[in-house]
Structure formats: C-alpha cells, structure tokens
Nanobody, 124 residues
Framework: QVQLVESGGGLVQAGGSLRLSCTMS????????MGWFRQAPGNEREFVAA????????NYADFVKGRFTISIDNAKNTVYLQMNSLKPEDTAVYYC?????????????????WGQGTQVTVSS
C-alpha cells in the first residue's frame, strides 16, 4: 500500500520560509511525478507545484512562481517544497500527491495517492 507522509509545516511570519517534505513508501517506484496542492478553509483544493521524473520538468501555479521551489530526491522517494517570501494568503493545509503516469499535471484528478496534509500558517 502506497503511503505519503508530509512534514515541515508550522507557523511562520510573513516574509519567512518553510520547507515541506513528503516521503513515499510501500513499494518500489520509478518514473513518477509528484505534486503539491493546498486547501484553505472554505476554499477548494488548488494546485501549487509539480515535478516529473523524466526530464525533471516543473510546473508551478502563477501565485508561487519565484517564491516556491519543488525538488525530488528519487533515491529517497521524497519530494520537497521550499517556500520563501511567505504571505498570509499562503496559509493552508498542504498536501503532496503522486502520479504514476509521470505527467506533472495541475489537475488533482491526475494523482493516484495523497498524503494526509500538513498545516502551514503565515502570520502578518
């Protein structure tokens, strides 16, 4: 059974940084894409970033370009989201997800397994 476990969330002041991690376990994996989504109270889940295995292609939501960076350590089956210049509107639960078709899509329906989420709170 594939499992994704996120960590690294917390409380940070506006302008600060956090790095989220998400480790996948439960099998032998190759050629997958991983993504990050977020959901704030009262809002729908929205795409943040994704990265593919083949070619390391990245895909970012416009509102995080230049501030967030997604990376993958394939040897550890771990995806990271480095978040800099955080804003109060970045406050949300952040979820990682894996796509075994390696598409790097911004559609949440493209992903096969999800983590439980980690809370990020940015104070003003």
């Amino acid at each position: 059974q594939v499992q994704l476990v996120e960590s690294g969330g917390g409380l940070v002041q506006a302008g600060g940084s956090l790095r989220l991690s998400c480790t996948m376990s439960g099998g032998t994996f190759s050629a997958y894409a991983m993504g990050w989504f977020r959901q704030a109270p009262g809002n729908e889940r929205e795409f943040v970033a994704a990265r593919t295995w083949r070619g390391g292609r990245t895909n970012y939501a416009d509102f995080v370009k230049g501030r967030f960076t997604i990376s993958i350590d394939n040897a550890k089956n771990t995806v990271y989201l480095q978040m800099n210049s955080l804003k109060p509107e970045d406050t949300a639960v952040y979820y990682c997800a894996v796509d075994f078709q390696d598409r790097g899509s911004h559609y949440y329906t493209a992903y096969h397994y999800w983590g439980q989420g980690t809370q990020v709170t940015v104070s003003s």
